[in-house]
């Protein structure tokens, strides 16, 4: 079975600050990747499809890249709305694993 | 505006049902994908199921973790994709989303562009 790792689990960051999230897929997916932001008590919100596609409606701050197996989540410039869980998400294969999250929390 | 409504969940001992339902509107409904997706409490995103849009015949398919168990069927005239679990688990216990796959022709397994406010299930041993 595919697994998704992200990194780090917890980041702390202050607003304004450029923050990255990795997530890798034990084995290679093309661009077949997803990013959700969610809010505590909240659906999941899609953020960004093939990889680097943003979904309409996203603040451009948030850009995706990566290929293969190591993919990356930039927020360029961290504002207050944007403290949440992220997860990313394969779908190249059937299980369409999600990574375990990424909180990021106030500094 | 889409809008998924999800009801359903609640208290039910292991080994019982439940029946989960998603009415769904501000979109062709009988044309899109719908899937079920869950979150234990305190824990990550798990795909659970998914029903294929238009055509006589949806195709489903299944998570390996509840295969045999639950059942995804729409109901197009009215808008709206049920969950049927049976043979319900502790770790069934989750809150469960209806997710709205998103159009997109070249994957199989495309991602989820709206997703309900979801309905909490929980199983006691």
């Known amino acids: 079975d595919i697994q998704m790792t992200q990194s780090p689990p917890t980041l702390s960051a202050s607003v304004g600050d450029r923050v990255t999230i990795t997530c890798r897929a034990s084995?290679?997916?093309?661009?077949?990747l997803a990013w959700y932001q969610q809010k505590p008590g909240k659906a999941p919100n899609l953020l960004i499809y093939r990889a680097s596609n943003l979904e309409s409606g996203v603040p451009s701050r948030f850009s995706g890249s990566g290929s293969g197996t190591e993919f990356t989540l930039t927020i360029s410039s961290l504002q207050p709305d944007d403290f949440a869980t992220y997860y990313c998400?394969?779908?190249?294969?059937?299980?369409?694993?999600f990574g375990q999250g990424t909180k990021v929390e106030i500094k | 505006e889409v809008q998924l409504l999800e009801s359903g969940g609640g208290l039910v001992q292991a080994g019982g049902s439940l029946r989960l339902s998603c009415e769904a509107s501000?979109?062709?409904?009988?044309?899109?994908?719908m899937n079920w997706v869950r979150q234990a409490p305190g824990k990550g995103l798990e795909w659970v199921s998914v029903?294929?849009?238009?055509?006589?015949?949806?195709?489903?398919d299944y998570a390996d973790s509840v295969r045999g168990r639950f059942t995804i069927f729409r109901d197009n005239s009215k808008n709206t994709v049920f969950l049927q679990m049976n043979s319900l688990r502790a770790e069934d216990t989750a809150i469960y989303y209806c997710?709205?796959?998103?159009?997109?022709?070249?994957?199989?397994?495309?991602?989820?562009?709206?997703w309900g406010q979801g309905t909490l299930v929980t199983v006691s041993s």
């Open positions: 501000g979109f062709t409904f009988n044309t899109d994908a």
């Open positions: 084995q290679s997916i093309s661009t077949w």
């Open positions: 997710a709205k796959a998103r159009a997109d022709s070249s994957t199989w397994y495309p991602p989820f562009d709206y």
């Open positions: 029903i294929s849009g238009s055509g006589t015949h949806s195709n489903t």
């Open positions: 998400q394969e779908y190249n294969f059937f299980s369409r694993a």
